[in-house]
Nanobody, 132 residues
Framework: DVQLQASGGGLVQTGGSLRLSCVTS????????IGWFRQAPGKEREGISC????????YYADSVKGRFTISSDKIKNTVYLQMNALKPDDTAVYYC?????????????????????????WGQGTLVTVSS
């Protein structure tokens, strides 16, 4: 079975940091791109970052560029999202997802923006709350 397990959310003050993890199993991790999306209360889900495990390419939405860093551990089949300088606007449920085409870092850069429809598998979310 394909599984993506997101964790690492919590409550943090403005300016603080958190690291989210997305542990995966059941598919060829090294051939996929893995993305992070978030959904704030009352808002649409937003794609914020993705990484291609084939070539290591990355994409960041403008809203997180310079503050968040995505990385991949091919031994642990895990993708991380290091989130620094957090703001109250970062409060959301964060989801990880897998794209078998591995093309999303490039397509998101060219479009620009990530599309949910390009991702084949989804994990459950982890809640991040940033207090002011």
């Amino acid at each position: 079975d394909v599984q993506l397990q997101a964790s690492g959310g919590g409550l943090v003050q403005t300016g603080g940091s958190l690291r989210l993890s997305c542990v995966t199993s059941g598919f060829a991790f090294e051939r996929y791109a893995i993305g992070w999306f978030r959904q704030a209360p009352g808002k649409e889900r937003e794609g914020i970052s993705c990484i291609g495990n084939v070539d290591g390419s990355t994409y960041y939405a403008d809203s997180v560029k310079g503050r968040f860093t995505i990385s991949s551990d091919k031994i642990k089949n895990t993708v991380y999202l290091q989130m620094n300088a957090l703001k109250p606007d970062d409060t959301a449920v964060y989801y990880c997802a897998a794209d078998r085409s591995a093309a999303t870092p490039l397509t998101a850069t060219l479009r620009p923006g990530m599309k949910e429809s390009e991702f084949n598998y989804w994990g459950q979310g982890t809640l991040v709350t940033v207090s002011s």
